[in-house]
């Protein structure tokens, strides 16, 4: 990362980080985006050229206007795309011509170069304020304010995008679809004429929500292609858009998707968009570079190395009771666990998923004396302990709706369809809000709760207040926001997790208040390969659940081997989601291993830099992480099914130090057959070998034959002349 640089230069701004530069005209109205891509060394000569960058030509059936869209397009400037405010007056002001009133840049104390553009529409009367942050990892961030400054009267604001224009080499386009238990399929098509839409109506970030829209050179892979990126930090309703007009602009959008009527400002009042990030770079691992280092760069990213987690949900689901936990948590404590969570069951009529949500008691009927003896048999064992809740959520046979129906989010006095037996909790109401927070602020301080497993099940339907009929799905996402955040007022070391049907709210906003995210709750190692490999466009690591589960996955029935399902979770926040008590005292033996292996290698998992080598066969995948100074990498070469030809071929590992030599280092902790030929492995991991960063990076290792569902892990350690290691690398464990 490196310090944002600004620069003016004729009525334009030039912003540059981690070689990304953003050159932005505010020499009138709505800021213009002129240049987005490969930062360039400026001269004074430039910066007449520079601000002739948004000039274009007309033609016979075209409206007379000479200049590139505005971050905010305007039907008044000429754009006959989508605009990016939509609202009215009563019917009028639907259309908008702002005027540049000021510009300003600013500094903030975490390296951030702010530019601030203010702009009036005295006959709308509204103004609009931008703000375009370049950020030291190279990404960037706008977002939009339109305030109403009328004196008498309303301003619905029906759509407030922003929009980010990207050049014509971008031909083809990248985003992700998804269900519950396979969230982040990737889609590829061409980037053609009109508008590829993507909305999210679930009030939440969804299974199915593209975390990314990317579009880019034809071909880009993760090493190669120039690309351009966007992700709104919004876990409500979204909607991201890539359009290609007649004009032959290309833009990239996405803002917050406002309910009819959710937005009406009175005078004086303001509305905010969400931000919309930005990544430009070779590759895609160029792109989750960028997102890895802002998020890594945070005051609130975690500090504390990663603890191995054991969630009990798939060892015993609603079957909870003191002795078996505690066998539980006494094995996991025999294999390396540190952090242990009590999943869903453990409060009043809980029994089954039908009943009990929103009744934050501990249930006596399973728990006679309160929580505690099994908090102080997981804190005796040197464990955390971690506790289930599904806050924003409420069944209908439950104390809390028979007292209060007038808590549960509808249309008016008709309730919503169910989903999993639930409704959702109002919280825009202050008394549910209020219940809410301190029936879990009790619960944490009463058991010194250490981390929170924070679910949310259930689509936002009907999501209005039953009282007046008005929606408030943007009002629900803020204060669930502000739930999180007072909990961690009250509670600083609290670690919040968020899961949404297990992946399902994903995004940039939630992430300000949680410190991991569950990426599916599907486990089975060969649909998680997929599934992280995705995810980790957008969050590094150490921020993504990952978990060893049973041998045969409860949500496929799929059955592999323990190598196969520790090699997929080393790679994220490790943990184990197994009934330990039905594994044998070989696989615990091997299970323990593997917990040493991601204690000793976490810190460079969790700092590194993410590679993947662009290989072109579907059925095999390499990919890991390097460390930040290239003197150590851990690589896993995974086979997803079996292929056509006999050899897999080589494989390319890039990110290394061209002119070291590494040390070539297996990792074998499991006793299964992964080779499939009787001559054995290639010969560089049967015999010691060294290979320089030059060779690795070009010409690539050959890769090892497996059977279909195995991987293979590997270090590679840079060496000196004697081949001792080249520097002394810190393992923190």
Not at 47 to 60: E, P, Y
Not at 335 to 343: A, I, P, S, Y
Not at 478 to 493: I, Q
Not at 541 to 546: A, D, F, K, M, N
Request: hydrophobic share 40%; with cysteine; aromatic share 8%.
């Amino acid at each position: 990362m490196s310090v944002p640089r600004a620069e003016e230069a004729a009525g334009s701004v030039i912003l540059e980080a981690s070689d990304t530069a953003l050159v932005v005209d505010v020499s009138g109205g709505v800021p213009r985006i002129l240049h987005w891509g490969p930062s360039f060394a400026t001269v004074p000569d430039d910066a007449a050229f520079l601000a002739s960058l948004g000039d274009t030509q007309g033609g016979a059936d075209l409206l007379e206007v000479r200049k590139s869209p505005s971050v905010l397009p305007e039907q008044s400037a000429g754009w006959m795309g989508t605009p990016g405010l939509e609202g009215h007056r009563n019917g009028t002001s639907f259309s908008s011509a702002f005027e540049l009133q000021s510009w300003r840049l600013d500094d903030s104390r975490d390296g951030v170069r702010s530019l601030v553009v203010d702009a009036e529409d005295p006959a709308a009367q509204l103004l609009l304020t931008t703000t375009i942050e370049m950020l030291p990892s190279g990404l960037i961030r706008v977002a939009a304010r339109v305030t109403n400054t009328a004196q008498e009267s309303d301003y619905c604001v029906d759509a407030l995008r922003v929009v980010l224009p990207i050049p014509a080499e971008a031909v083809e386009i990248l985003d992700f679809t998804g269900r519950h238990l396979r969230e982040r399929t990737p889609q590829r098509h061409p980037f053609v004429a009109g508008t590829h839409l993507r909305e999210g109506r679930r009030g939440r970030t969804g299974s199915d929500a593209s975390i990314l829209l990317a579009a880019g050179t034809p071909g880009f892979g993760f090493r190669s292609g120039e690309v351009w990126a966007v992700h709104t930090a919004w876990s409500g309703n979204h909607a991201t858009f890539a359009e290609l007009g007649l004009t032959g602009a290309r833009v990239l959008g996405a803002g917050e998707l406002l309910l009819p009527g959710e937005m009406i400002l009175g005078p004086g009042a303001s509305y905010s968009s969400p931000f919309v990030y930005g990544a430009y770079g070779e590759g895609l691992d160029r792109i989750a570079q960028a997102f890895h280092d802002h998020l890594r760069g945070r005051a609130s990213h975690p500090a504390s190395p990663r603890p191995v987690v054991l969630n009990t949900w798939e060892a015993v689901y609603f079957d909870q009771d003191l002795p078996s936990l505690t066998q539980l948590a006494e094995l996991a404590a025999r294999v390396g666990v540190e952090r242990f969570v009590l999943d869903d069951g453990w409060f009043t009529h809980r029994r089954h998923d039908r009943a009990g949500l929103g009744d934050w008691q501990v249930a006596r009927d399973v728990w006679p004396d309160g929580l505690g003896p099994l908090v102080d048999v997981v804190r005796s064992l040197g464990m955390q302990f971690g506790l289930w809740f599904e806050p924003e959520m409420v069944n209908e046979d439950s104390d809390v709706a028979r007292a209060h129906p007038e808590w549960i989010l509808a249309p008016g006095e008709r309730l919503p369809i169910t989903g999993r037996s639930q409704q959702v909790l109002n919280l825009t109401i202050p008394e549910a809000l209020d219940y809410i927070l301190e029936s879990m602020s009790s619960l944490i301080e009463e058991y010194s709760i250490d981390y929170i497993k924070w679910d949310h099940n259930r689509d936002l339907v009907e999501a209005g207040d039953r009282a007046t009929g008005a929606p408030r799905v943007h009002a629900q996402t803020l204060a669930t926001y502000a739930l999180m955040d007072e909990l961690h007022r009250r509670h600083p070391a609290l670690e919040i997790e968020s899961c949404s049907s297990g992946g399902g709210r994903v995004d940039l906003g939630v992430l300000e208040r949680t410190q991991r995210v569950w990426a599916s709750d599907c486990i089975d190692a060969l649909e998680r390969q997929q599934i992280q490999r995705w995810t980790g466009l957008l969050l590094p690591p150490e921020l993504v659940g990952s978990h060893v589960g049973a041998p045969t996955a409860h949500t496929t029935h799929r059955t592999h081997s323990l190598a196969f399902r520790a090699a997929t979770a080393v790679f994220g926040h490790f943990g184990i989601e197994w009934d330990l008590r039905d594994a044998s005292p070989s696989e615990l033996e091997e299970l323990a291993a593997w917990v040493e292996l991601y204690k000793s290698e976490r810190h460079l998992i969790h700092t590194g830099t993410a590679v993947h080598s662009d290989y072109p066969d579907d059925a095999y995948w390499a990919h890991g992480y390097v460390s930040p100074d290239r003197d150590r990498a851990l690589i896993s070469f995974v086979a997803l099914g079996t292929t056509a030809g006999v050899h897999p071929g080589r494989i390319r590992i890039p990110g290394l130090r061209d002119e070291a030599f590494y040390r070539i280092e297996p990792i074998e902790l499991s006793a299964s057959a992964l080779t499939r030929v009787a001559g054995g492995p290639p010969s560089w991991w049967s015999a010691p070998a060294t290979v320089s960063g030059a060779v690795l990076r070009t010409i690539g290792l050959q890769g090892p034959m497996l059977y279909p569902e195995q991987a293979l892990l590997f270090r590679l350690v840079a060496i000196d002349g004697t081949g001792a290691p080249a520097s002394r690398t810190v393992e923190r464990k």
